[in-house]
């Protein structure tokens, strides 16, 4: 298993539009493609505009296949658009990380 661990920071106040949006335009294109996350958490202490979302794959090769599959929708595409423009998220941090051996998920 592989789980990419991806957190995002939003600039102050934008939080609550950046998830509508992409609730509404990215959500289902993303799980359309790459199946449903795992968890999608939104910071409640700490730093409190970011958001982290965890997907799970079989391998590298999955994940590859699977990304390169969603970069090729143009829904998606549409969506990375929408948000460029509204400009809400400042920073992204991706991680890939496997379970330690005595975790079986």
Known sequence: MLYDVRTYTCRPGTMKKHLALYAEHGFATQSRHLGKPLAYLQTDTGNVNS?????VYESAADREAKRQSLQKDPAWAEYLKLSAEAAYIVS???????PVP???P
Do not use: G, R
């Open 51 to 55: 958001y982290t979302h965890i997907w």
């Open 92 to 98: 992204q941090e991706n991680k890939l990380m496997t």
């Open 102 to 104: 005595f975790f079986k």
